[in-house]
């Protein structure tokens, strides 16, 4: 999604200039359905890269 930046780059959906190439992306939550801060929350479409 080229609205989406994202820094992990080794993610099989990562490309140039920090852009997610995954059709959508699904964000869960560390604590449940909610969180109090960003760091709570995570990409779960994430993929990692194949050697
Ligand atoms: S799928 Fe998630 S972790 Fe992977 S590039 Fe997109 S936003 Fe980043």
Do not use: Q
Not at 21 to 33: K, Q
């Amino acid at each position: 999604m080229e609205r989406i930046l994202c820094e992990v780059n080794n993610c099989s959906y990562w490309g140039d200039g920090n852009k997610c190439t995954a059709d959508a992306i699904y964000v869960v939550s560390h604590t449940g359905d909610k969180a109090e801060t960003s760091e709570e929350t995570d990409c779960k479409t994430f993929k990692p890269e194949k050697h």
